[in-house]
């Protein structure tokens, strides 16, 4: 399988198939998610690690043959319509399927659908701790409005004195417990949408720097082929040769390009999947804390002589864990346009801004026009 060199920035060695979507006998199975880096995609200097110009538009028929080699993987791997590396157990998912095809076919990029897949998971593993945090405060906020509601009437009464005066000492720390939990929920709630804008924030830098080079290299290489010309005057099938190989470039960059969206839309999807399921577990998981606390609440013997003081702290206990309760769910969510706003996707240089269907037809209609030009003024010199 293909390697990117990720440290020099140029293209590997691959095992690129046979010509004529024939299958290569041996081909290694993709990985099912692209290795993991170990440190940051951008350089110390801040710029995106490129692939060389240099081993695009080489002369060197090495550097081409190995850049055609991965042309190849793209253009001449057949679609595997029963996948080579699945067994008799169950059938990868479809995202996993079609994740796998990509990392096959695009090795070149590895290293920024890496960051991409790191990306997602980080989201998912935010959204995790998010969620516990959530559950956890609630119940602690539950646990404190019931140790108050078994302590007030007793131990704060005799704090300060009078039975009223100890109703109304807890009732107000009950409160206080309400405000605690909410201010509480509020900073961790920034924080935790402060990390996701910035994670956000950086992968869109990325995806910005890679498209903008995939779409200098593709526009190098359709200006290229024209400028061969001067080159090539008196040698036509090795002009021929040179646009055949700077044409399958071309179209291979667009694909790159294509394929990245396409990888980040699989990614993204499988975001929003997440969330939705999460969100189910927060509706089953909210009452699941709250219900044993109103059943302890419930059942709970009051204070001996001081039984209308405990009632009123129990109902109000009751109220305010039922507000808690309410809060921990409807309020503090991850918003749907959480990454969608952040990810700025309306900056990044689109796959359907390279416009290849009519870069690659228009880039034949001169070359024909060329040549009738030329016939006309080789029939009109004789």
Same mark, same amino acid.
């Given at each position: ?131 516990? !945090? ?6 602690? &906020? $539950? @646990?404190?409005?019931?140790? +108050?509601? %078994? /302590? *007030? ?6 704090? !300060? ?6 109703? &109304? $000492? @807890?009732?107000?720390?009950? +409160?206080? %417990? /309400? *405000? ?15 990390? $996701? ?186």
């Amino acid at each position: 399988m293909s390697q990117y060199d990720d440290h020099h920035g140029h293209l590997g060695h691959t095992t690129a198939p046979p010509p004529g979507a024939a299958d290569h006998a041996d081909r290694e199975a993709p990985p099912v998610r692209p290795p993991r880096r170990s440190g940051p995609l951008r350089a110390a200097d801040g710029i995106l690690n490129p692939i060389s110009d240099s081993e695009y538009f080489s002369e060197d028929p090495e550097a081409t043959e190995r850049v055609s080699a991965h042309i190849d993987e793209y253009f001449n791997q057949p679609l595997d319509i029963f996948p080579f590396w699945e067994t008799e157990k169950k059938p990868d998912r479809f995202h996993v399927l079609f994740a796998r095809q990509i990392e096959e076919r695009f090795p070149a990029d590895v290293d920024l659908r890496s960051h991409i897949y790191e990306y997602g998971r980080r989201v998912f593993d935010a959204l995790r701790v998010h969620q516990f !945090v959530k559950r956890l405060n609630q119940a602690l &906020a $539950l @646990a404190g409005l019931g140790a +108050l509601t %078994v /302590l *007030g009437p007793a131990y704060f009464g005799g704090w !300060v004195g009078d039975e009223m005066g100890g109703v &109304a $000492l @807890a009732a107000g720390a009950m +409160l206080l %417990v /309400l *405000g605690v939990y909410w201010g509480i929920q509020q900073i961790l709630f920034i924080q935790y949408r402060f990390r $996701l804008e910035n994670d956000s924030y950086q992968l869109s830098r990325e995806i910005v720097q890679r498209t903008r080079e995939l779409q200098n290299l593709f526009t190098q290489g359709r200006a290229m082929a024209d400028q061969a010309e001067t080159r090539y005057q008196q040698d036509g099938k090795a002009w021929g040769q040179r646009a055949l190989y700077l044409t399958r470039l071309v179209m291979w960059l667009g694909a790159r390009m294509e394929y990245l969206e396409k990888y980040v839309q699989m990614e993204l999807w499988r975001v929003r999947r997440e969330r939705y399921w999460m969100r189910w577990g927060a509706r089953i998981f909210t009452p699941a804390v709250f219900i044993p606390f109103a059943w302890w609440l419930a059942v709970q013997p009051p204070v001996v002589g001081h039984e209308p003081a405990f009632r009123m702290l129990q109902g109000l206990a009751a109220v305010l864990g039922l507000i808690i309760t309410a809060m921990s769910y409807l309020m503090w969510r991850t918003p749907t346009s959480a990454v969608q706003d952040k990810l700025g996707i309306e900056n990044w240089v689109r796959y359907a801004s390279l416009d290849v269907d009519n870069s690659v037809a228009d880039q034949v209609r001169r070359d024909k026009e060329r040549l009738v030009e030329y016939r006309a003024l080789t029939r009109g010199g004789r």
